[in-house]
């Protein structure tokens, strides 16, 4: 979330005044860097939320800073997000442009910062954003489209491209707008990627449904592979899902506490295996039951607890197969890194797929049970008549699970099944994900 400084506490940071400042509510601009060093020491990358969307109208700010509206537009109508009470930068301007591509490369260059997540990219990007009819101004050519705004994330992108090798750019973006992750040079925007905010509509709409009925809702889950390759995405379950009476993410699932678990633990795991970077915010890991508070730490002293203790071991070994499985990562922009094995079975709400890394790799079978009924004798088809090795189950009693599971080796058989002329026969654990390598026992 923005460190970038703000009056109100409140806002979380995303109504920011200090565009090169460090909030001092957490100490000084050395401490903060200390801060960064800190964690690249220990391997770990920062992103830094930045919001150059807009800004609020404090006297002691930049509205009407010489008298006149010099950083912002000065039609109301152009000027004032009507959502948030604040206003908005004339991209227009190269002063009010270089003021702001400034402020994103004093982060990366001064404090090391590894990326950058822009907030509110949809609200730049048309002149209508939350705004009726006649009362928001088309741009020359009589569209909706700010083309000031446009231009201005083009070349934020370009000149971070150009100078600052390797840092990320993600664009929080929750339209249609095509290119947000395509090259400059080819028309699209430059991001390295963009929030996946269909992806997390639809399958926490299908997670907070109980079982029952999920069979009603099963392209909830499987419609976002339509799109998952049109651009490069990050799968957000961010703050904004967990505050604002949303419920945290473990009381979104339905049931009894071991049924709560059970599901999340399951969700995660077909997230992490889903096409896409991942993004899972601070108290989800640990299960917390209430809503995320600015002004309280998470409830830390749930780690002495089965099921949250269980739920962050999941999380920690989900990392861990991330990070050495190739077939997880690698292939994130390329569609023929995923391939559906099951995809239609909505009666008993399951699905399977395999994900491939490069070639000469091993692939992983997925599969993945959102009912709370054990399923015997599952015949799952796979590519290969060889061996398949159960390296994850979020089952498993290590996690707080029940500890059903398929155990030792699996021996694909010839009996055709889902297309292919081999077959796996599984045991589906209850609320469970399963992840199958394929080939030797992975070391």
Same mark, same amino acid.
């Given at each position: 979330?923005?460190?970038?400084?703000?009056?109100?506490?409140?806002? !979380?940071?995303?109504?920011?005044?200090?565009?090169?400042?460090?909030?001092?509510?957490?100490? /000084?601009?050395?401490?903060?860097?200390?801060?960064? $060093?800190?964690?690249?020491?220990?391997?770990?990358?920062?992103?830094?939320?930045?919001?150059?969307?807009?800004?609020? *109208?404090?006297?002691?700010?930049?509205?009407?800073?010489?008298?006149?509206?010099?950083?912002?537009?000065?039609?109301?109508?152009?000027?004032?997000?009507?959502?948030?009470?604040?206003?908005?930068?004339?991209?227009?301007? @190269?002063?009010?442009?270089?003021?702001?591509?400034?402020?994103?490369?004093? !982060?990366?260059?001064?404090?090391?910062?590894?990326?950058?997540? =822009?907030?509110?990219?949809?609200?730049?990007?048309?002149?209508?954003?939350?705004?009726?009819?006649?009362?928001?101004?088309?741009? =020359? @050519?009589?569209?909706?489209?700010?083309?000031?705004?446009?231009?201005?994330? #083009?070349?934020?992108?370009?000149?971070?491209?150009?100078?600052?090798?390797? =840092?990320?750019?993600?664009?929080?973006?929750?339209?249609?707008?095509?290119?947000?992750?395509?090259?400059?040079?080819?028309?699209?925007?430059?991001?390295?990627?963009?929030?996946?905010?269909?992806?997390?509509?639809?399958?926490? @709409?299908?997670?907070? #449904?109980?079982?029952?009925?999920?069979?009603? @809702?099963?392209?909830?889950?499987?419609?976002?592979?339509?799109?998952?390759?049109?651009?490069?995405?990050?799968?957000?379950?961010?703050?904004?899902?967990?505050?604002?009476?949303?419920?945290?993410?473990?009381?979104?699932?339905?049931?009894?506490?071991?049924?709560?678990?059970?599901?999340?633990?399951?969700?995660?795991?077909?997230? !992490? *295996?889903?096409?896409?970077?991942?993004?899972?915010?601070?108290?989800?890991?640990?299960?917390? #039951?209430?809503?995320?508070?600015?002004? /309280?730490?998470?409830?830390?002293?749930?780690?002495?607890?089965?099921?949250?203790?269980?739920?962050?071991?999941?999380?920690?070994?989900?990392?861990?197969?991330?990070?050495?499985?190739?077939?997880?990562? =690698?292939?994130?922009?390329?569609?023929?890194?995923?391939?559906?094995?099951?995809?239609?079975?909505?009666?008993?709400?399951?699905?399977?797929?395999?994900?491939?890394?490069?070639?000469?790799?091993?692939?992983?079978?997925?599969?993945?049970?959102?009912?709370?009924?054990?399923?015997?004798?599952?015949?799952?088809?796979?590519?290969?008549?060889?061996?398949?090795?159960?390296?994850?189950?979020?089952?498993?009693?290590?996690?707080?699970?029940? $500890?059903?599971?398929?155990?030792? *080796?699996?021996?694909?058989?010839?009996?055709?099944?889902?297309?292919?002329?081999?077959?796996?026969?599984?045991?589906?654990?209850?609320?469970?994900?399963?992840?199958?390598?394929?080939?030797?026992?992975?070391?």
């Amino acid at each position: 979330m923005p460190i970038t400084e703000h009056p109100f506490g409140g806002s !979380w940071g995303y109504q920011p005044l200090g565009m090169f400042a460090p909030s001092s509510r957490y100490g /000084s601009p050395a401490a903060f860097a200390r801060f960064v $060093d800190a964690c690249h020491n220990a391997g770990l990358g920062v992103i830094l939320d930045w919001v150059p969307a807009h800004f609020p *109208a404090d006297a002691h700010g930049l509205a009407q800073f010489d008298g006149t509206a010099l950083y912002e537009y000065a039609d109301p109508r152009e000027g004032v997000h009507r959502d948030w009470n604040t206003l908005i930068y004339n991209f227009g301007r @190269h002063e009010v442009r270089g003021f702001l591509i400034a402020s994103a490369l004093y !982060w990366i260059e001064r404090f090391h910062i590894d990326g950058l997540r =822009v907030d509110a990219v949809a609200s730049m990007l048309y002149r209508d954003y939350s705004r009726p009819d006649g009362e928001w101004v088309p741009n =020359v @050519h009589g569209g909706r489209e700010n083309l000031e705004a446009v231009a201005f994330l #083009r070349e934020l992108n370009k000149v971070i491209g150009e100078r600052c090798s390797g =840092v990320m750019t993600i664009a929080e973006e929750s339209t249609a707008w095509p290119g947000v992750t395509a090259p400059v040079a080819v028309g699209g925007l430059g991001f390295t990627f963009k929030w996946n905010m269909g992806w997390m509509h639809d399958t926490l @709409h299908y997670v907070s #449904r109980d079982p029952l009925y999920r069979r009603y @809702h099963h392209h909830d889950i499987a419609f976002g592979l339509h799109y998952a390759f049109s651009e490069h995405y990050v799968l957000p379950l961010s703050h904004d899902e967990v505050v604002h009476g949303k419920g945290a993410l473990l009381t979104k699932m339905p049931g009894d506490e071991w049924q709560q678990f059970a599901g999340l633990r399951a969700y995660l795991a077909f997230m !992490w *295996a889903h096409p896409g970077k991942k993004l899972l915010f601070m108290g989800a890991e640990i299960g917390q #039951r209430h809503e995320w508070q600015h002004d /309280s730490e998470l409830d830390w002293y749930r780690l002495d607890e089965q099921g949250p203790r269980g739920l962050a071991r999941a999380l920690a070994d989900l990392n861990r197969i991330y990070n050495e499985e190739p077939a997880l990562h =690698v292939g994130d922009g390329n569609p023929e890194s995923f391939t559906w094995v099951v995809s239609d079975d909505a009666d008993n709400s399951v699905f399977a797929f395999l994900r491939s890394g490069e070639a000469g790799t091993a692939p992983l079978l997925v599969i993945v049970n959102f009912t709370p009924c054990a399923r015997y004798n599952y015949r799952v088809g796979v590519p290969a008549l060889s061996s398949w090795w159960e390296i994850f189950n979020s089952d498993s009693r290590f996690y707080a699970g029940s $500890d059903l599971g398929n155990g030792s *080796a699996l021996h694909a058989r010839p009996t055709p099944s889902h297309g292919y002329t081999a077959s796996l026969e599984l045991t589906l654990p209850p609320l469970g994900t399963l992840y199958l390598r394929q080939g030797d026992w992975p070391i």
